[in-house]
């Protein structure tokens, strides 16, 4: 099974600062990840897949990066509606196990 | 717009069964693959199981194999979710999630609002 391990756990940023989340594969998972947001009470929202294409409606100032097994999401200028918990998921296993990181809780 | 809904979730005693369902809305549903994710209290996110858009390839996680059946109509636009033999364990909001493209490498692009199944005596 391929282990995804997010970093940090918890981030504590500012309002129009950057954030840099992490995600690590145990074994290379190619450029098959997404990153998923989510809010309070709220289903997850798809923010970007395989690795660096944005979703539909998703603002500019998300961007990821990575393929193999490092992976990263940027928020380039933090705003108050973009505070909640990113998780990151692969893809690649076959057959297929979409394996999900513990989430990074982005927090002012 | 694209939506799911699900229902079903209930309290059920260990051991005890449930049939969960979505209902999707506003996508060509019999084109998509399906999946169930199921979010513990506090916890984070874990993938489920996997239909393929016409019903013929299904997966589980290790989990949950041999418990939960997976299944779909695409007559009525509906994707299904048998859980049995629970434990509390499984308590947890079900969502159903639908993949953006037909390739098993493709994320889940529409979700709904979950379903809450609690196992307890």
């Known amino acids: 099974e391929i282990v995804m391990t997010q970093s940090p756990a918890t981030l504590s940023v500012s309002p129009g600062e950057r954030a840099t989340l992490s995600c690590r594969a145990s074994?290379?998972?190619?450029?098959?990840v997404a990153w998923y947001q989510q809010k309070p009470g709220q289903a997850p929202r798809l923010l970007i897949y395989?690795?660096?294409t944005r979703a539909t409606g998703v603002p500019a100032r998300f961007s990821g990066s990575g393929s193999g097994t490092e992976f990263t999401l940027t928020i380039s200028s933090l705003q108050s509606e973009d505070f909640a918990v990113y998780y990151c998921?692969?893809?690649?296993?076959?057959?297929?196990?979409?394996?999900f990181g513990q989430g990074t809780k982005l927090e002012i | 717009e694209a939506q799911l809904v699900e229902s079903g979730g209930d309290l059920v005693q260990p051991g005890g069964s449930l049939r969960l369902s979505c209902a999707a809305s506003?996508?060509?549903?019999?084109?998509?693959?399906m999946n169930w994710v199921r979010q513990a209290p506090g916890k984070g996110l874990e993938w489920v199981a996997y239909?393929?858009?016409?019903?013929?390839?299904?997966y589980y996680s290790d989990s949950v194999r041999g418990r939960f059946t997976i299944s779909r109509d695409n007559g009525e636009s509906s994707v299904y979710l048998q859980v049995g033999s629970l434990t509390v364990e499984d308590t947890a909001v079900y969502y159903c999630?639908?993949?953006?493209?037909?390739?098993?490498?493709?994320?889940?692009?529409?979700w709904g609002h979950g379903t809450m199944v609690i196992v307890s005596s």
């Open positions: 998921q692969q893809s690649s296993s076959w057959p297929p196990m979409y394996t």
């Open positions: 239909i393929s858009a016409t019903g013929s390839t299904i």
């Open positions: 506003g996508f060509t549903f019999r084109s998509y693959e």
């Open positions: 395989y690795a660096s």
């Open positions: 999630a639908k993949q953006i493209t037909r390739l098993t490498s493709a994320p889940f692009d529409v």
């Open positions: 074994q290379s998972v190619s450029n098959n």
